[in-house]
């Protein structure tokens, strides 16, 4: 079965987790899919602890998409870790990691957006 992972950092912050919680429900609303969030670190559901619920639900193949803005060491290095390990310890699971956000046209378009209307 092939799941989605949206991962976060994690925040002290509540209210940021919350928002985080929020843009995964409009995510699921608008895609139809089951999509899933975990965080990296500072906030629950960590990303290993979230890849072994969905590794207990069946998930074997998982997307894995960096909510971050840039490719920094979380993306290149953090997530990728994590990523090993849980593949080496759960028979069967393989992953897909997509890129960061940066040059997607959409987080572009929405800062021109910000620009223009100042």
Do not use: Q, W
Not at 25 to 46: F, H, M, Q, S, Y
């Amino acid at each position: 079965m092939k799941g989605i992972l949206v991962v976060g950092h994690g925040s002290k912050v509540s209210e940021v987790n919350e928002n985080f919680k929020e843009l995964i429900k409009i995510l699921r609303e608008n895609t139809g899919k089951d999509v899933r969030g975990a965080n990296l670190t500072l906030a629950i559901p960590g990303l290993e602890e979230a890849i072994r619920s969905m590794y207990a639900e069946g998930f074997r193949e998982i997307t894995v998409i960096p909510y971050f803005l840039s490719n920094g060491s979380h993306v290149t290095e953090h997530i990728p870790n994590i990523l090993k390990e849980m593949e080496s310890n759960l028979e069967g699971l393989s992953f897909l990691l997509e890129s960061s956000l940066l040059l997607n046209s959409l987080v572009i378009k929405a800062v021109e957006e910000k620009i223009n209307d100042n």
